[in-house]
């Protein structure tokens, strides 16, 4: 199975913008279907975006769609969140998580189908 680790988090000023990483061994990440969630404290985990296997294809139920936006290297084993104009609200645990997909063009839009998971990364946004 694939193994994923999330870094990039720490702490960002209101207006300003980070960039998290999530990395994948065991298994090549063109396999997967990527996704981006977070969990703020005291708050339901939150679908940010998917992106298909191939990354030709993204999807996001979530008001961060302005702000936010996931990337794919498939090359490198990696996905990416670029998080810009970050808000106080957006300070929570942020994980990047896999589905296993048969379709290389179709994100997965079903947050009960991402099976692995990272350990997280914590953003703070400070105002």
């Known amino acids: 199975q694939v193994q994923l680790v999330e870094s990039g988090g720490g702490l960002a000023q209101a207006g300003g913008s980070l960039t998290l990483s999530c990395a994948a061994s065991?298994?090549?990440?063109?396999?997967?279907?990527m996704g981006w969630f977070r969990q703020a404290p005291g708050k339901e985990r939150e679908f940010l975006w998917a992106i298909s296997r191939s990354g030709s294809r993204t999807y996001s139920p979530s008001s961060v769609k302005g702000r936010f936006t996931i990337s794919r290297d498939n090359a490198k084993n990696t996905v990416a969140l670029q998080m810009n104009s970050l808000e106080p609200e957006d300070t929570a645990v942020y994980y990047c998580?896999?589905?296993?997909?048969?379709?290389?063009?179709?994100?997965?839009?079903?947050?009960?189908?991402?099976?692995?998971w990272g350990q997280g990364t914590q953003v703070t946004v400070s105002s």
């Open positions: 065991g298994r090549p990440l063109s396999r997967y279907a």
């Open positions: 998580a896999a589905a296993e997909s048969y379709y290389p063009d179709s994100p997965v839009n079903n947050p009960h189908e991402y099976d692995y």
